[in-house]
C-alpha cells in the first residue's frame, strides 16, 4: 500500500529521533511519499534549532529513500483550499487522490475527518496493513504503479531533464543506454530502436535476410517473432516446443534446415533461455545467423551467458509489461558483429548515411530520447525486480505445495538457470484451463493466456500450408497454458488470494 507522510509526522520523527516510521516507508509494500510543497515547511520547523545548512542536512538524510510527490502547476493552481483544511493539507489531499495513495499518515486525523481520505497516526499503520491485506479481492496481473514510489524521483528528474533540454530522439541519452544495455547483456554492441518487433526486423534486415530465405523459429510465441520474418520477404518455418520449457524443441531444428535456411530465431519465452549451446553448434555447422528473440528475457541466463549476448544478434522489448518497460515502445538490437552494428544504425534511419543520401532503404525505427531516459532511471532496479520475480516463483511452488494442487498442475520449471519469469505460466492438467481462467477472472484474480493459437495456426499464416496437428505439443500448449500474476510487486498475500482462489475452483 502507498501512502502521504504528512510533514507533521516527518517533523516529529526528526525531532523526536524516533526514524521507525520513515523506515517501515521505505519498503516497497508500505511506501510512504512526501509532498514537495511541504519540504519548505518541514526545513524552516527544523531551523527554529539549528542553521538553516544543518536543518536542510538533517531533513535530506532522514527523507533518504523516500519518495517526494510533486503536482503540476495546474494541479495546484486548480486546488482551492477546503473549509477545513490550510492550502498545504489541501494539496496533500490533492495528491492522495492524484497520486491514488492508500491514505495519509499524520499526527492530526481529525483535521481530515471531512475529508473522504483515509488519514490515521502513525501507530496506526501495522492496522491499516492488515486491514488492507485481509481485505485482498484484486490482483492485477501488472500494476505497474505499485512500482513507482521505488523509482518515482529518478524517472521524473529523467523525463524533464530530456523535456527541458527539447532533444527528443536518439542523442546521448539513447547512447547512453545502448552502451548499459550492451554491458548488461554482454555484447559488445547496441542499437535502440523503436520497439520489439522493430529490432527483430532491423536485425533481420541487417542480416540480408528477404525473399526466398527460410528463418527457423517457435510456432509458440508472439506473433512479432514471425511477422517480422514474413516482413522481410522471408519465409518463417516452424518447428515445435519442449513440453517442459516452452520453448522451441532444439533437437527438432536440424530436420527443418534446408538450402534456403538463413537464419535461427530462438525466443526465449516466458523468461527462460532456449537450449543455446545445441543450438549454436548447429548453426555453426550449417553456417546460419541466430537473432535471439529475447524480448521477454533481458536478464535469463544460460551457463552464465545473458540473454541477446550469445547469438549473432539479440532483439529486446522495453514494452511496459516486459520486465524492464518504458513508459511507451522502445526496443534495442545487441550484436557481437561490429558490421552488423554500422549496417543497423544506418537502416535505423531510412539507410541515410551522410544525411539525404540513401545507399539502402531502411526505416525509422528510432527510439526516443524520453523512453531512453526512463528506461535508464529503471535498470538500476532490474537486478533487484528479477530477484523478487524469482521469489515469487518460489512462493508459487510452496502454496501450491501446501494447497495440494501440484498434482492437476505443471509448474514452470528453471531447467537452464537463470529464469527472469517475466510470466509464470503454469499447465492446467485436467482440461478445465477456460474455465479456470473465467472462475480466476470473476474473482478480479489477473491471469492471461500467453498464448491461445500457434503461429503456425494463424490465419495470416494459412499460405504457409501448416494444418492443425503439425505441432502437437505447441497445440497442447495452447490449451493448457495459464499465467499468473508474478511481478515484483506482487505481494505474498495476493498470492494467497490467487492460489486460494484455484483451490476454490478444483475442490
Ligand atoms: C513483446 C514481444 C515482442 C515484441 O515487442 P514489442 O516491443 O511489443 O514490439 C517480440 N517477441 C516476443 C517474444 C515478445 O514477447
Do not use: C, Q, W
Given at each position: 500500500m502507498q501512502f502521504l507522510l504528512h510533514h507533521n509526522v516527518i517533523i516529529q520523527a526528526i525531532t523526536s529521533s524516533d526514524h521507525d516510521i520513515l523506515k517501515r516507508c521505505r519498503q516497497t509494500h508500505s511506501a510512504g511519499w512526501v509532498l514537495s510543497n511541504a519540504l519548505a515547511t518541514i526545513h524552516s520547523?527544523?531551523?527554529?534549532?539549528?542553521?538553516?545548512?544543518?536543518?536542510?542536512?538533517v531533513m535530506r538524510k532522514a527523507l533518504e529513500g523516500i519518495p517526494v510527490a510533486s503536482l503540476t502547476g495546474t494541479d495546484m493552481i486548480g486546488t482551492p483550499p477546503s473549509s477545513r483544511l490550510d492550502y498545504l493539507d489541501s494539496l496533500a489531499l490533492r495528491t492522495v487522490d492524484l497520486f491514488k495513495l492508500d491514505g495519509i499518515i499524520t499526527l492530526k486525523p481529525e483535521a481530515f475527518s471531512e475529508s473522504r481520505a483515509n488519514a490515521f497516526p502513525p501507530y496506526e499503520l501495522d492496522r491499516i496493513l492488515r486491514k488492507g491485506d485481509e481485505s485482498i479481492n484484486k490482483v492485477p496481473l501488472l500494476n505497474i504503479p505499485a512500482t513507482y514510489p521505488q523509482m518515482w524521483n529518478d524517472v521524473e528528474h529523467e523525463m524533464f531533464k530530456v523535456v527541458r533540454s527539447g532533444h527528443f530522439i536518439l542523442g546521448p541519452k539513447v547512447e547512453e543506454l545502448e552502451e548499459q544495455i550492451a554491458a548488461y547483456t554482454q555484447a559488445p554492441y547496441a542499437v535502440g530502436v523503436s520497439s520489439g518487433t522493430d529490432a527483430l526486423l532491423l536485425a533481420l534486415m541487417a542480416a540480408g535476410i528477404g525473399p526466398g530465405d527460410e528463418v527457423?523459429?517457435?510456432?509458440?510465441?508472439?506473433?512479432?517473432?514471425?511477422?517480422?520474418?514474413?516482413?522481410?520477404?522471408?519465409?518463417?518455418?516452424?518447428?515445435?516446443?519442449?513440453?517442459?520449457?516452452?520453448?522451441?524443441?532444439?533437437?527438432?531444428?536440424?530436420a527443418a534446415i534446408t538450402p534456403r535456411t538463413k537464419a535461427i530465431m530462438p525466443v526465449h519465452l516466458y523468461g527462460q533461455c532456449v537450449e543455446m549451446p545445441p543450438l549454436l553448434e548447429l548453426t555453426k555447422k550449417h553456417n546460419l545467423l541466430v537473432i535471439e528473440d529475447a524480448a521477454q528475457a533481458i536478464g535469463s541466463e544460460y551457463l552464465e551467458r545473458r540473454a541477446g549476448g550469445m547469438g549473432d544478434f539479440g532483439c529486446f522489448s522495453f514494452f511496459p509489461t516486459k520486465n524492464l518497460g518504458g513508459f511507451g515502445d522502445a526496443g534495442m538490437v545487441t550484436t557481437r558483429s561490429k558490421e552488423f552494428y554500422e549496417k543497423m544504425k544506418v537502416l535505423r534511419v531510412h539507410g541515410m548515411e551522410p544525411k539525404y543520401y540513401h545507399k539502402m532503404v531502411g526505416g525509422n525505427f528510432r527510439i526516443d530520447a524520453l523512453q531512453a531516459a526512463i528506461i535508464l532511471a529503471k535498470l538500476i532496479h532490474l537486478e533487484s525486480w528479477i530477484d523478487d520475480r524469482r521469489n515469487n516463483a518460489q512462493r508459487y511452488l510452496r502454496l501450491f505445495q501446501k494447497h495440494s494442487l501440484t498434482e492437476k498442475f505443471a509448474l514452470p520449471m528453471e531447467i537452464f538457470p537463470r529464469h527472469v519469469f517475466n510470466q509464470y505460466v503454469v499447465r492446467v492438467l485436467n482440461g478445465t484451463r477456460d474455465k479456470l481462467r473465467e472462475h480466476l477472472q470473476s474473482h478480479n484474480a489477473g491471469c492471461e493466456v500467453y498464448y491461445p493459437i500457434p503461429l503456425h495456426l494463424q490465419e495470416c499464416f494459412k499460405d504457409l500450408g501448416y494444418k492443425k496437428g503439425d505441432f502437437p505439443e505447441a497445440e497442447k500448449a495452447a490449451e493448457e497454458t495459464l499465467a499468473l500474476p508474478v511481478a515484483n510487486e506482487v505481494t505474498p498475500r495476493q498470492q494467497e488470494y490467487v492460489v486460494e482462489r484455484i483451490r476454490e475452483f478444483i475442490s
Open positions: 520547523h527544523l531551523s527554529m534549532t539549528m542553521d538553516s545548512t544543518a536543518a536542510y542536512t527457423i523459429t517457435s510456432t509458440y510465441t508472439f506473433f512479432a517473432s514471425a511477422g517480422s520474418i514474413v516482413r522481410t520477404g522471408a519465409k518463417p518455418v516452424f518447428v515445435d516446443i519442449d513440453p517442459f520449457t516452452f520453448n522451441m524443441d532444439v533437437g527438432r531444428i536440424e
